[in-house]
C-alpha cells in the first residue's frame, strides 16, 4: 500500500467510532472522488484548526474572533441556569432536543482513577468564579449516569457547595444507569430535562 495513504488510513482510524476498516472506506471514497470532496474537506479541517478554539467562559468550542461562544454572548440564556456537561457533544444533544435554555459549562471529561482523569485535568476550579459573576441559582448535571458521571458530580458539588447557596439538579427519570447522553432520544431527554430532581 502506498505510504501515503496508508498514513492517512491511519489518521481516520485514531477518530471516535471509526477504526481500521473504517478508516480505509473514507480514505478510498475521498481519493476515488471526482467532485473535489476531498481538496475541499482538507481545506475546511485546516480553517477549523487555526480559527476555533475552546471558550474561554465555558469551554464551547467557537470562533477566536468572537471572544466567548454564542451561548456566554446570549442575554437571554442568562436566566440563572448553569448545565455541566462532559463535552461539546452533550452541548449539541441538549440543543438539538431544544430542552435547555440557560448556559452550559463544559468539564471536558470525567473524573476517573482507571483512566488517570484527576480534578486539575478538567474544567471545575473556575465554576465558583462563573457562579459569582453570573448570578447562578441553579447547577444542573447533565454527565452519564455512570460511577465515572457520578463522582464527577460529587466532586464539583464539594468544590461549590461551601461558597456557594447555588441549588443543585440532575436529570431524573428516561436517563438509563450507564446512559450517555449521545444515545438517548429528544423525546426521554425532555422528560429527563422536565422531571429533573434536586440534590
Not at 471572544?67 to 440543543?95: H, I, K
Not at 435554555?101 to 463544559?106: A, C, D, N, Q
Not at 474544567?123 to 457520578?150: D, H, M, Q, W, Y
Amino acid at each position: 500500500m502506498n505510504s501515503k495513504i496508508e498514513k492517512l488510513i491511519k489518521q481516520f482510524a485514531k477518530l471516535p467510532r471509526v477504526g481500521a476498516r473504517g478508516g480505509q472506506r473514507i480514505v478510498l471514497s475521498l481519493l476515488q472522488d471526482k467532485t473535489g470532496r476531498a481538496s475541499a474537506l482538507a481545506a475546511a479541517l485546516q480553517d477549523a484548526a487555526a480559527s476555533i478554539a475552546p471558550c474561554p467562559v465555558c469551554g464551547v468550542l467557537t470562533d477566536c474572533d468572537a471572544g466567548s461562544c454564542e451561548f456566554c454572548r446570549d442575554a437571554a440564556r442568562a436566566n440563572g441556569q448553569l448545565c455541566v456537561v462532559r463535552d461539546l457533544a452533550d452541548v449539541w444533544t441538549l440543543e438539538k432536543a431544544s430542552v435547555f435554555r440557560g448556559r452550559y459549562h463544559i468539564i471536558g471529561g470525567l473524573l476517573s482513577g482507571a483512566a488517570g482523569t484527576l480534578p486539575d485535568d478538567l474544567n471545575i476550579a473556575s465554576l465558583p468564579a462563573r457562579i459569582a459573576n453570573e448570578n447562578i441559582s441553579e447547577i444542573i448535571f447533565a454527565l452519564p449516569n455512570t460511577v465515572e458521571g457520578k463522582t464527577t458530580q460529587h466532586y464539583v458539588m464539594s468544590v461549590i457547595g461551601d461558597t456557594s447557596s447555588v441549588g443543585f439538579s440532575e436529570l431524573a427519570s428516561g436517563v438509563p444507569l450507564g446512559g450517555d447522553l449521545d444515545y438517548i432520544d429528544d423525546g426521554t431527554l425532555t422528560l429527563a430535562f422536565g422531571g429533573r430532581k434536586a440534590l
